[in-house]
């Protein structure tokens, strides 16, 4: 008697997957000489501002921006938004793949249009539009390769590209509202709530006794936060629901599940002051974990409402049929 071989094979490893992808990958050889050719122009024509860097490259001009110790780290994100593309596109592979792939014609037209808006970018002097346009053009060169059921399914990658636009040198048109709504919801649960006599003039915490005061400054306005978690509920969107409504509303409550997370951390730390003093806050304020802390309740949120809004998909008809013997 033959005895059956139950020996699992071993799984392919990275090399070979991604080899055995590029072999699948249809117009190879029109999306990437088209691609280079693409990117050449932004590393040549990109940056019109040469009073504030001095090269005509948009590619160094994003790198510097991001890398500018002046911004305090809030656009250092910008260094990992294009590997993270990558990483989801690589995960969703498979889908792609399968995909009826072909060359698509009407993707020119959104190339011009992303050629006029370089153009127009470019006479202004606003990089940032450029930024766009540059990822902009990307995307419509995978149309002409690939076709429109490629670029639907590619949306919500590419969408993760505005984190690239770098935002320190123009939000505080974001960031003052957030430091104002902050704080007068941190005072209404300190007052309320805990009991707590907290005081507020703008965006100025202190108690009446004057122990202690806290700015909600720039830095702690929950913009970082609210880019962070608006990436992560992106992310989770995009891998892990299937309709568009449902993405839209994972995306849209990142607003509020980070502005919670500033409340966390502002309220840690004035209850914190009120029971050790200045002192105290400060130590909340600036320790590393208290400073992660408020993550938690903002990610919880993401996965609770994202398990209900895949809970919440319809099911397939039960087949009642009697079965015969």
């Not at 055995?20 to 990117?39: E, I, T, Y």
């Not at 050449?40 to 501002?49: E, W």
């Not at 609210?226 to 994972?250: C, E, G, N, P, Q």
């Not at 319809?314 to 049929?321: F, G, K, S």
Request: hydrophobic share 50%; net charge neutral; proline share 6%.
């Amino acid at each position: 008697m033959d005895k059956k071989d139950n020996t699992v094979a071993p799984a392919p490893s990275f090399l070979e997957e991604l080899t055995d992808s590029w072999h699948q990958l249809p117009n190879k050889s029109l999306f990437f000489p088209l691609l280079l050719v693409w990117l050449l122009v932004f590393q040549f024509y990109g940056n019109a501002t040469f009073g504030y860097i001095n090269s005509a490259s948009l590619l160094y001009w994003m790198w510097f921006t991001y890398n500018n110790p002046m911004a305090h780290g809030e656009d250092g994100h910008g260094n990992l938004i294009p590997f993270l593309v990558l990483g989801l596109f690589w995960m969703k592979r498979k889908e792609l793949l399968v995909l009826p792939n072909r060359a698509w014609w009407p993707g020119v037209f959104m190339l011009a249009g992303a050629v006029l808006l370089h153009m127009a970018s470019y006479v202004i002097q606003q990089p940032k539009l450029s930024i766009v346009a540059m990822f902009g053009g990307i995307y419509a060169l995978m149309g002409m390769a690939w076709g429109p059921q490629w670029l639907r399914k590619s949306v919500f990658p590419f969408f993760l590209f505005m984190f690239s636009i770098p935002i320190s040198s123009s939000g505080e048109s974001i960031t003052v509202p957030l430091r104002l709504a902050v704080s007068k919801i941190v005072q209404v649960i300190s007052q309320n709530i805990l009991g707590l006599d907290v005081q507020r003039e703008g965006n100025l915490l202190f108690n009446a006794a004057h122990t202690y005061s806290y700015e909600v400054a720039a830095a702690c306005s929950g913009l970082q936060s609210l880019l962070a978690i608006f990436a992560l509920a992106t992310i989770y969107a995009f891998l892990y629901l299937d309709k568009s409504w449902k993405r839209v509303l994972m995306i849209a409550m990142a607003l509020p599940l980070a502005m919670l997370s500033n409340v966390v951390r502002l309220m840690c730390v004035i209850v914190a002051a009120e029971l050790y003093g200045q002192k105290g806050g400060n130590y909340v304020h600036d320790n590393f974990f208290f400073s992660m802390l408020p993550y938690v309740p903002a990610i919880i949120g993401v996965m609770f409402l994202g398990r209900w809004l895949q809970g919440n998909e319809p099911q397939e008809p039960t087949d009642l049929t009697p079965r015969t013997a």
